[in-house]
């Protein structure tokens, strides 16, 4: 019998459920030249543990299998099937979001995976992620340097501004979500996560501790989630802000391939140290955008715009921005992700500054571009989380050159698996 023959027979048997004669042609038969039909003997396999409930062997090789050929829909979908077995709901929905996206794929199937969908928007109860990494940073404090002077009747008087600073931070932060079931279609979500950046420059020590909670509703192709939400954050160990608002959040599939979101938010602010300038209302909004190319390559879109009302005019801005990004599945399991992402600050008001040798007023307008690119590989697995790498690299153009800077970070950090 040929190795063609093999594979077919050992396929006709898992069918059939005949599970020992299958296993045992499979286990026999050599490793293969032939890539494609190697990969079929391995998926077989993992087919046969689906069927012995045996997810955790079937997850190992459907990961094997696209480690060398991430574009493969069926073997996502299969994956995706697994991890909603095992009741890991965010990584069945990312694999089945991108199996979607396969050409190759019979209608039957497709109509599977939208209930697939549905099933996991219903059954996304809780969550747990967790991040520690290490981000060194050329210009922690934002700091353009060199010399300002102002002409006087004694002669210009100058001083030097804050060179940039360099830093090391550590970053860590903890969160998660949990939705109480009240039907079918109505949950109570709430949230919470803490995130602090630790510098070896104490002064730079940054951390920020947000709480949410409110009702979700879920119907076929979509969600809304509207929340109470409350924020407090310490800068350099010293009490800096706090807030309170509300926020909604909506998500909608518009095909297999296409998903949107929108988030609205509002927010009272109270600074501790800066009330008389700082404190007053932020409201912002927020377009996201998802479109899978195919079983490999996705891209994202943000679009948003955000309104700070401060007590001082001088520090009331509005800030829209966008960015678009290109994210893809690599053979040996990596993951590669880039965004550029601008935006634009214009401020209500204007503010005194040093011009041309001489005090100004000036209403400042900025323009922020930051470019970054992370690196990831789902083989170097530490407890469900694997090493990532991000490279960013900011600049700001302003029409008040003491607020222009550059800078650039390299972020090592522990992400989720997915």
């Keep these: 019998m040929s190795t063609l023959d093999a594979i077919k027979l050992a396929g006709d048997l898992v069918e059939r459920d005949d599970i ?57 979908f299969e994956l995706a099937t697994c991890y909603m077995h095992t009741k890991q709901w965010y990584r069945a929905d990312y694999h089945l979001r991108l199996a979607m996206a396969g050409r190759d794929l019979p209608d039957n199937v497709r109509k599977v995976m939208n209930y697939y969908r549905w099933v996991i928007r219903q059954n996304k109860n809780w969550n747990i992620w967790f991040n520690f990494g290490a981000a060194p940073d050329n210009n922690i404090n934002n700091a353009i340097g060199g010399t300002e002077c102002v002409n006087t009747i004694l002669g210009p008087m100058c001083r ?80 800096y802000n706090w807030s309170v608002g509300a ?52 891209a994202l879109a943000r679009i948003g715009i955000s309104r700070e009302v401060a007590n001082a005019p001088e520090y009331s801005y509005w800030q829209p921005g966008f960015g678009v990004g290109l994210g893809t599945e690599l053979p040996w399991g990596f993951h590669i992700y880039g965004e550029p992402y601008f935006y634009w600050t214009a401020y209500d008001d ?51 050159w003491q607020r222009e800077f550059d800078k650039f970070t390299a972020e090592f950090t522990l992400r989720q698996k997915f």
Excluded: C
Aim: net charge negative; aromatic share 18%.
């Design 20 to 76: 020992d004669n299958a296993e045992q042609i499979l286990t026999k038969m050599p490793k293969m030249n032939n890539a494609a039909l190697e990969i079929e003997r391995w998926f077989l396999l993992a087919q046969i543990a689906q069927k012995q409930d045996d997810y955790d062997s079937a997850i190992k090789i459907y990961r094997k299998i696209l480690d060398d050929q991430p574009d493969l829909a069926r073997i996502r």
């Design 350 to 400: 204007d503010k005194w500054v040093v011009h041309n040798d001489n005090f100004s007023q000036i209403t400042e307008r900025d323009f922020t571009q930051r470019y970054s690119v992370s690196v990831s590989n789902n083989n170097f697995d530490i407890w469900g989380f694997v090493p990532m790498v991000v490279f960013s690299y900011t600049h700001r153009d302003s029409n008040i």
């Design 160 to 239: 030097d501004l804050s060179d940039p600073e360099s830093a090391i931070g550590y970053n860590f932060s903890l969160g998660g979500n949990y939705e109480f079931k009240l039907s079918d279609h109505w949950r109570w979500k709430s949230d919470a996560f803490i995130y602090s950046n630790l510098y070896d420059i104490s002064d730079y020590d940054d951390l920020y501790l947000s709480v949410g909670t409110g009702p979700r509703y879920i119907w076929d192709n979509g969600d809304a989630w509207l929340a109470a939400v409350w924020n407090r954050r310490w800068y350099g160990w010293e009490r």
């Design 247 to 298: 926020k909604l959040d909506l998500n909608y599939d518009f095909t297999r391939r296409f998903s949107g979101g929108l988030q609205l938010q509002y927010l009272n602010n109270s600074y501790d140290l800066y009330d008389d300038f700082l404190s007053g209302d932020t409201y912002s909004s927020q377009l996201r955008f998802s479109y899978s190319f195919n079983a490999r390559l996705y």
